[in-house]
């Protein structure tokens, strides 16, 4: 078995911690370098649902894609949510890593992963790293359909392939508009209006979208907006990072299991729908 430092190196050079953005906080929260490492669990957030779920599975190794501290704490105190995240791992010999800005923009990377999820055809990042000399790897991805399709149909594909959560799909411009090309961005993604417009795709899929910047774009033009769960556009990134070390385990002999969690932890827990008119539209739409 290999121990957890040959691990943590396998996957900073999937992921390489410089490549994060200066605000982030990836890399090693917890784990003792020397320690084996047996089975690995992949999730998006590393809240005590996770946590626990590791301890049941015999994890020694929990990577997950938001940091469990981002602004810093002054303690890890088991009264305080996160603390007891700490208290759990480290009682349990559970190591956490984190690869969160530096897995947004890597080739392949999370908008890879959920381009892939709709079966969408990759044409090659949104916004392009300047330092990739080959233009495959930045933040986001557009895409191109097989096929047009309406718009009704394609938040229709965005409900059936990725995870379910309570939100939802929420879907921002005419419904029977024929859509050929897509922008796609896992997690938030409503500081990318520009870059979207500028690519002339047809609808951007991402998550986040807040009222006053969806509501600018449309007025500037007719770009449609497909607005998923945060957690539900990350997700399909776990599976893809879990298959890429399952490929660096069998190339160095190291026998890992890999697991991917399907623990729910968006936290949105339910949804009331609008009483609204009936529609020939499969997407339901408020009134004006």
């Not at 290999?2 to 784990?31: F, H, K, M």
């Not at 015999?58 to 603390?83: I, N, S």
């Not at 298959?243 to 890992?256: F, K, T």
Request: charged letters at 20%.
């Amino acid at each position: 078995m290999p121990r957890l430092s040959e691990v943590i190196t396998a996957l900073d050079a999937l992921w390489p911690p410089s490549r994060a953005e200066q605000w982030d906080a990836v890399g090693t929260v917890c784990g003792d370098p020397d320690a084996e490492v047996s089975r690995v669990l992949f999730a998006v957030d590393p809240v005590q649902d996770i946590v626990d779920e590791a301890v049941k599975l015999g994890a020694d190794l929990v990577v997950t894609h938001h940091p469990l501290y981002l602004r810093g704490t002054t303690t890890v105190e088991a009264g305080t949510f996160k603390g007891r995240v700490v208290h759990t791992l480290i009682k349990n010999d559970i190591a956490l890593h984190v690869a969160h800005t530096n897995a947004d923009t890597a080739d392949p990377g999370v908008s890879d992963a959920l381009a892939g999820a709709l079966d969408l055809r990759i044409t090659g990042p949104l916004v392009p790293d300047p330092t990739d000399p080959e233009g495959r790897r930045g933040l986001g991805r557009l895409c191109e359909l097989d096929h047009p399709e309406t718009l009704s149909a394609f938040a229709a594909r965005a409900a059936a392939r990725l995870p379910r959560t309570a939100q939802g799909i929420r879907v921002a411009g005419d419904p029977e508009a024929l859509v050929r090309t897509v922008a796609v961005s896992g997690g938030s993604g409503d500081s990318l209006f520009d870059q979207v417009r500028a690519a002339g795709v047809d609808v951007f899929l991402t998550a986040d979208l807040r009222h006053h910047p969806v509501s600018e774009a449309r007025e500037r033009g007719p770009l449609a907006l497909v607005d998923a769960a945060h957690w539900a556009t990350e997700w399909p990134w776990c599976e893809q990072a879990a298959a890429q070390l399952d490929a660096i385990s069998e190339r160095h002999g190291w026998g890992l299991r890999t697991h991917v969690s399907r623990t729910v932890t968006d936290p949105w827990t339910a949804h009331a729908p609008s009483d609204v008119p009936s529609s020939p539209s499969s997407i339901s739409g408020a009134p004006n």
